[in-house]
């Protein structure tokens, strides 16, 4: 089992019906391949989760480098997973305002990576924490839910 935590940054802006699209598709082609994740969408930038076999992952991710739509592609975690986060989510999207207050915080910490001047951005130590406690925010929603 292995997880790959990215962001990147839409090239233009997108609609809600073109991310219903590619969310569908993503589903589809991610249950044929044993991979589930989450993606978080914000102001043009996007923070997926995958996870799943190694080479479903690595082929995976391949595609979703050369896709022309997104670009300032910065893996953030690539790692052995002693378990899926996201067990039962073939591809879940959501922006953060609607999430949990809870889980917005967390998305938002990880979102705070993401500029090239970011004062965590060059320690894995302070990223990896930041991981962390966005997957446990996860795990305590899917208990209290």
């Known amino acids: 089992m292995h997880r790959i935590i990215y962001v990147s940054q839409a090239v233009r802006g997108m609609s809600s019906k073109e991310l ?3 969310v569908d598709k ?7 391949a044993g991979v589930t994740g989450m993606l978080v969408g914000h102001l043009g930038w996007f923070l997926q989760v995958i996870e799943g076999p190694a080479e479903a992952l690595a082929a995976l ?4 480098s050369a896709d022309p739509r997104h670009g300032n592609i ?4 690539s790692e052995a997973a002693p378990a ?13 305002h609607a999430l949990p207050p809870s889980v917005q915080k967390h998305v938002f910490a990880l ?4 500029p090239i001047n970011s004062p965590d951005r060059g320690s894995e130590t302070a990223v990896r924490q930041v991981v962390r ?3 446990a925010a996860f795990e305590r929603l899917e208990k209290t839910a």
């Open 133 to 135: 406690d966005f997957l």
């Open 111 to 114: 979102q705070n990576l993401i």
């Open 26 to 32: 993503a589903q589809k082609s991610n249950a044929a």
């Open 20 to 22: 219903a699209v590619i």
């Open 84 to 96: 899926r986060a996201f067990p039962d989510w073939r591809m879940a999207f959501s922006e953060p």
């Open 61 to 64: 991710f391949h595609r979703i």
């Open 74 to 77: 910065r893996v953030l975690v």
